[in-house]
Each structure stands twice: as C-alpha cells, then as structure tokens.
C-alpha cells in the first residue's frame, strides 16, 4: 500500500469515526443522533469538514433542489384529482402529524398517535424503544420546537381510486432536544439537554382518505431519495391533464 493511499484509508476512517462515534437512540423512530457533533469540538470538525467536502454538498443539495422542484409540479397536477395532495394541504396535514408524533413519543405512549400512523409502525416503535427504554428505567426526553423545512423528494403514486396507497417520501428539518435520562435521578444518561437542527426522512402513506407515517428514516438517505424517479402510472398523468 502506498502512502497516499494510507492517506487516504486513514482520512475514511477518521471521518467514519466521527460520524458513528458516540451515538444515542433519539427521537421519533429511535434514530441515530450523532451526540459528538453538538460538542464544541463536534461543530469545529464539522465546520472543517463542511469545507473540505463544499463541492459534494453543493451537488447534494442541487440535485435536491431539483427533486423538490420536480415533485411540487406534480403535485399541483394530482391536486387537481384530489384536493389532499394539494401543496398547502398536504404541508398542513404532514406538519399536523409531525407534531403530534412527536408529543406521543415524548409521552412515551405511541397510542396517541394511532389514527395518524400505520398500526404495524406504532406497534413496531413502542417494543423496540419507548418500552425497552422504560424497562431500562429511562426516559427519552424529544422536544419539538420549530418545523423548519417540510420538502417533497419522491412520489410512488398509486392508480387506485383517489390516489389510495400513494406514499410520499418528505425531508423535514425540525429544531428538537432529544436524551435519554435515568427516570429516578433525571439527568441524562446519553445526549445532553439542548436544541438543535434534524433532519429526518419522513414516508407518509395515503391510507382511506389520511396521510399516514408509514416509516421514518435516517436524513443522510435524502439523496438516495431524491435521485429516484417518481413513479406516477400514466392513467393518473392523463388524468390530472384532462382536469387541467
């Protein structure tokens, strides 16, 4: 092995470390947050980082600039079909149920949220985590503050009747704390108090006349999303032309 391409395994490493050093089960759907990048250091590197890798992350957020531009235009087309896909509807339902998840996680009840979300998603969410939390004695504190950025990456619309079955892939960017903390002493075991930006890949599903989260994955995934065709069946195509 040559030294530059010790250099360059070293320097993979490195930055595999620090993004997967450190992590703690946070938030809706107990993904990852990467704890060490709230550390004074963390944002440091993450700076240094940012301008090492500026011409990926520009070409990231182009081709998903691009994704949600495309994905807003057939909106406004399926809007005319049915009026819950329309852009302000639908950012008002996504927003509404958002919130709402994220009081009942929380709550550490996911039962209040079951008319908002697909039974096997809040079923599957309340074994793995909150009741494995709550038999290890802790407690996932997940504060929402703000919604920053509710955007349309990918649609898989269906042909059944009023678009029943279609799942929409969303990028949303909340300001949130999310910890676990010990529930008899209540500090934080993992994590640490504090407000900061996530981004989280929210799939909803179209299910009897509701939007619904149907799954919840990693903000690193938004790519992957946006570089995805959308799959809208031709019927559906013709079908918003002719009601245009």
Request: glycine content about 4%.
């Amino acid at each position: 092995m040559t030294s530059k391409q010790k250099q360059l395994l070293f320097t993979i490493i490195f930055i595999a470390i620090l993004f997967y050093a450190d992590p703690v089960y946070a938030g809706p759907g107990g993904g990852i947050a990467k704890a060490f990048f709230k550390t004074w250091w963390g944002k440091a590197i993450l700076i240094l980082l940012t301008i090492i890798f500026l011409p990926l992350i520009i070409y990231m957020k182009t081709v998903e600039y691009f994704a949600v531009r495309k994905a807003k235009k057939e909106l406004l087309k399926l809007g005319m079909i049915n009026k819950d896909f329309s852009w302000l509807n639908l950012e008002k339902n996504i927003t509404n149920v958002f919130t709402r998840v994220y009081i009942a996680w929380s709550k550490g009840d996911m039962k209040e949220v079951s008319e908002y979300v697909n039974h096997w998603y809040w079923q599957n969410q309340q074994t793995v985590h909150l009741d494995k939390w709550k038999a290890e004695n802790l407690k996932n504190v997940c504060n929402l503050e703000s919604i920053s950025s509710i955007k349309p990456l990918y649609l898989e619309i269906s042909e059944e009747d009023n678009l029943e079955g279609s799942k929409i892939a969303f990028s949303i960017t909340a300001n949130v704390e999310d910890y676990l903390i010990d529930r008899d002493t209540r500090r934080p075991v993992i994590g640490k108090k504090g407000y900061s930006d996530e981004e989280k890949i929210w799939i909803m599903e179209y299910t009897e006349g509701k939007w619904l989260l149907d799954d919840i994955r990693d903000g690193d995934m938004s790519l992957q999303f946006a570089k995805l065709d959308n799959i809208i069946p031709e019927s559906i195509v013709s079908q918003s032309l002719h009601r245009a």
